[in-house]
């Protein structure tokens, strides 16, 4: 098999003050790691990639056996340093395979099949598409979809920029990105199910998919999100933008996986059908008639589990922000756990909308 290979060179003079956030970012991607002399190497399961330090100045090196392997590579390098090294205005350009490509890996643009309702604030639509094999690579579970909306009702796609990552139309023509899970994906069949909270306020994927019909356009990128890593017991949170990502969690993780999932919804007529496939214990917890994000229940229950003391764990949390910022500093600062074992992700912000839209 031939390998892809491509380079970028950085100027970075306080690369020193932030290389430490750069590389736990990559080594959160379920990295294997070594260190030398002025370079870590990072193996992924799709591409490796490599941190050249010299001083102030970073060589970024990829590869990969395929195209999709080498752009989900480049795209979290550059993802990493475009966050962390701000201060010093990075600008990437790869060089070597397929640096003169614009086609966008991670883009598919997708037409409605199917819409139905699972409860009655929780709408499933079916979106079929074209080559989707890179969807279920990467152990990505979410996307970012790309909507129309009423301002921009036929928007431009992204392409792809020298920097390894999307390059959008001008705002005329740019379309709302949100991100969503993949609910179920299938190869074989060319689609995936998509669940969609049905919420008053502003909301563009709610609205879009308040009126969505068989016919109907719309762009993904992905996947995206650090990856839910293997373990043998598992603590799992959320609320009901979560709840799609814990029910994918429960119908594919390995059948000998213990644990505990706990999902907060409205009412009782909110509960869907999970096909648990774990021996983790699901746990519903009812507001009843408490405001979204006003309920206390959800951190306190997830941070009340405890953790085994053998064999490996893992934490996964998402729901609005304050809740996900508890349960984050508890995991992270009191309970000292890292990045390689927990994840607690703010879906949701009261009073705030396009929240992880990215």
């Not at 003079?13 to 002399?37: G, W």
């Not at 193996?43 to 001083?55: C, D, N, Y």
């Not at 969690?249 to 059948?255: A, K, N, R, V, Y």
């Not at 746990?283 to 953790?307: F, I, M, N």
């Amino acid at each position: 098999m031939s390998i892809l290979n491509c380079q970028a060179r950085l100027r970075l003079p306080n690369l020193a003050s932030y290389l430490h956030l750069i590389t736990d970012r990559l080594q959160s991607f379920d990295a294997a790691v070594s260190r030398h002399s002025g370079r870590m190497d990072f193996r992924f399961s799709f591409g490796e990639a490599t941190l050249e330090m010299v001083p102030d100045l970073l060589v970024l090196r990829a590869s990969a056996g395929d195209r999709d392997g080498l752009a989900r590579t480049k795209d979290i390098l550059a993802t990493a340093v475009e966050i962390y090294a701000k201060q010093d205005g990075p600008e990437i350009v790869w060089t070597g395979d397929l640096a003169q490509d614009t086609r966008l890996a991670q883009f598919r643009e997708m037409t409605v099949t199917d819409v139905y309702d699972l409860t009655p604030h929780m709408r499933r639509i079916r979106l079929a598409g074209e080559d989707l094999g890179r969807f279920g690579k990467f152990q990505g579970m979410h996307i970012r979809i790309l909507f129309p909306t009423r301002a921009v009702p036929d928007p431009a796609w992204p392409s792809l920029g020298a920097n390894g990552l999307p390059v959008w139309p001008a705002d005329d023509r740019r379309p709302v990105a949100r991100v969503y899970t993949i609910r179920t994906l299938d190869l074989d069949a060319g689609h995936m199910d998509v669940d969609f909270l049905i919420h008053e306020g502003e909301s563009v994927g709610s609205a879009w998919a308040l009126q969505a019909r068989a016919g109907h356009k719309v762009g993904i990128m992905g996947p995206v999100g650090r990856p839910v890593r293997p373990a043998d017991w598992y603590v799992l949170g959320a609320d009901e933008t979560g709840l799609p990502a814990v029910g994918r969690l429960l119908e594919t993780l390995p059948c000998h996986t213990k644990g505990v999932a706990f999902i907060e919804i409205a009412d009782s007529a909110e509960r869907q059908q999970i096909n648990n496939a774990t021996q983790i214990e699901l746990h519903w917890l009812e507001r009843c008639g408490k405001a979204p994000g006003t309920d206390g229940r959800l951190a306190e229950q997830v941070l009340s589990a405890e953790w085994p003391k053998e064999g490996t764990a893992f934490g996964w949390f998402a729901a609005e922000a304050e809740a996900a910022k508890l349960v984050r500093e508890t995991w992270r600062g009191q309970m000292r756990l890292g990045r390689d074992q927990t994840i607690a992700a703010a879906y949701w912000r009261r009073g705030q909308a396009g929240l992880m839209a990215g």
